[in-house]
């Protein structure tokens, strides 16, 4: 069987094989894993933590490898995350990695595991309880070379499994047309668009989401790739309304008409304030659906300790939309508009 796969970080496309696996030495170096006479539960152990190496960095400094996992369900869904600097890109990523470790998305029918256990630890630990359980605002993304995904999951629907990863990288190189760490672009399968409502739009005007969406693949005038904006840091839009019945609405599972009516108070919230810019994604893709949602339900103090326990609010609605829009999850052919 020949197996091919996109590399996200280099988009390169290979075909891959069973027979030429790697697996990662405590030292975090690759070596090669020869399972020929491996069956059973026992290759099956060993392939959880095997990788593939991509042909077309094979012995360069930027040598890299994705994980078995992420490579063996098929075509892998890359979500990458777009706005600015300062945005709350970061702090929104870790909440909604957060939120799924609490089982968010099985309202949604959904299941989500590791792609790669070490490195999903890895992020957590970095991340997500940093914020969660210290209560620490997170560094802002240094800019890179090369963009690795930020973390990766398996989201099952009960029939098909998918693997996800998800890019965040430094709102400044998303504003370039070259920078190096944006290569990752054209094999997005999905955009979440990350707007801060206290920016003033006039002067910031994301540049960002512009860059970006001048960068993708369109047909037919539209692009494709489904994208999911979301209004962070609503927690200081407080008592303004519709935010406020938004961000302590339920949600409970899948409900397209809801999507409907939210992205719809988002889109007159934006455009009230003449954010042409942010609504964008809007404009240019195909189906494209806007949230309101708080990363952290609060602000940091200036010593970057949250005073109050961290409280996420509606992270997992745009990602829910964006999975719906994608097939990830069945059932999400009406969401969208
Ligand atoms: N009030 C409030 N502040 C937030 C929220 N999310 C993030 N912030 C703050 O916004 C600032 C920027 O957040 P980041 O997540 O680092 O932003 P980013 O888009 O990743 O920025 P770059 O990595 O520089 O591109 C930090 O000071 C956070 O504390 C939120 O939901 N509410
Ligand atoms: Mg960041
Ligand atoms: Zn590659």
């Known amino acids: ?16 094989s069973e027979d030429e696996l790697f697996e990662r030495t405590s030292a975090g170096e690759y070596r090669a894993l020869d399972l020929a006479d491996e069956t059973g539960p026992r290759r099956a152990d060993l392939l959880r933590a095997a990788h593939v190496r991509c042909p077309a960095s094979a012995g360069q400094a930027t ?29 929104l990523l870790a909440a909604m990695i957060w939120a799924i470790e609490r089982n968010g998305l099985s ?71 070259t920078a190096e760490a944006t290569r ?24 960002s989401f ?33 935010v406020d019945e938004w961000l302590y609405a339920s949600g409970d599972g899948l409900d397209p008409a809801a999507i409907l009516a939210e992205s719809r108070d988002v889109y007159a919230f934006l455009h009230k304030r003449k954010a042409q810019p942010w609504l964008s994604p809007y404009d240019k893709c195909r189906r494209c659906t806007l949230h309101f949602a708080s990363a952290t339900g609060g602000a940091a103090a200036s010593d970057g300790r949250f005073l109050r326990e961290v409280r996420p609010r509606r992270v997992l609605e745009p990602l829910a939309a964006l999975l719906a829009m994608t097939n990830v999850m069945s059932g999400g052919q009406e969401v969208g508009i």
Request: hydrophobic content about 40%.
């Open 1 to 16: 069987m020949v197996n091919t796969v996109l590399c996200p970080i280099c988009l390169h496309e290979f075909e891959w």
């Open 63 to 91: 040598e890299h490898h994705l994980p078995h996992a992420y490579v063996r369900h098929g075509q892998p869904l890359v979500i990458g995350l777009v706005g600015g600097p300062q945005t709350g890109k970061t702090h």
């Open 107 to 177: 309202s949604y029918g959904l299941t989500a595991s590791a792609v790669d256990i070490e490195r999903h630890q890895n992020y957590l630990d970095t991340y997500v309880h940093p914020l969660m359980i210290d209560r620490k605002a997170l560094s802002r993304t240094p800019q890179q070379d090369l963009a690795e995904f930020a973390d990766a999951l398996l989201i099952s629907d009960g029939e098909h499994t998918t693997a996800v990863a998800f890019f965040d990288i430094a709102g400044e190189s998303l504003r370039s047309t």
């Open 184 to 207: 990752f672009l054209p094999a997005v399968g999905g955009l979440l668009f990350v707007v801060d409502p206290s920016e003033d739009p006039n002067t910031v005007g994301d540049r």
């Open 210 to 242: 512009g860059a970006v969406l001048d960068r993708l693949p369109r047909s037919g005038g539209r692009l494709e790739v489904p994208a999911a904006v979301v209004v962070t840091k609503c927690d200081m839009l407080r008592l303004q309304s519709p």
